[in-house]
């Protein structure tokens, strides 16, 4: 399942600036139904004038999503269930606390204080 989020901001002056989190499109690679719709619409955007941002942070939505799971962000100034909520508001697989993506360094060094 593909998430996109698209916020419009008016820049004044009749002026809009069309931003999303989506990637940009690239020749060849493949989308999803979801990421397809939300590229022709950036496209009409695009060509009735618009600024088209392609930049997570530029959605302030998502920017403070990312900001709380970000560990030099937010991401220890709030609990786990917050950072939970904000991974699937962001359309990621919320795993358990130990299924993280870590090194077990125990492992690694097979450290024998330490049962594997």
């Given at each position: 399942?593909?998430n996109v989020?698209?916020?419009f901001?008016?820049?004044?002056?009749?002026?809009?600036?069309?931003r999303?989190d989506?990637?940009?499109?690239?020749?060849?690679?493949?989308v999803?139904p979801?990421?397809?719709l939300a590229?022709?619409?950036?496209?009409?955007?695009?060509?009735?004038g618009?600024?088209?941002r392609?930049?997570?942070?530029?959605?302030?939505?998502i920017?403070?999503?990312l900001?709380?799971?970000d560990?030099?962000g937010?991401?220890?100034?709030?609990?786990?269930e917050v950072?939970?909520?904000?991974?699937?508001?962001?359309?990621?697989e919320?795993?358990?606390?130990?299924?993280g993506k870590g090194?077990n360094?125990y492992?690694?060094?097979?450290?024998?204080?330490r049962?594997?």
């Open positions: 399942m593909s989020t698209i916020t901001v008016d820049l004044g002056g009749g002026n809009v600036s069309v999303t989506a990637d940009r499109p690239v020749v060849g690679r493949g999803t979801a990421e397809a590229m022709e619409f950036l496209g009409t955007a695009f060509r009735r618009a600024e088209v392609y930049d997570a942070q530029s959605v302030p939505t920017a403070l999503a900001d709380l799971l560990a030099d937010l991401g220890h100034a709030v609990p786990g950072r939970a909520r904000a991974s699937r508001a962001l359309g990621r919320v795993g358990t606390p130990s299924s090194m360094i492992r690694v060094h097979r450290t024998p204080t049962p594997v």
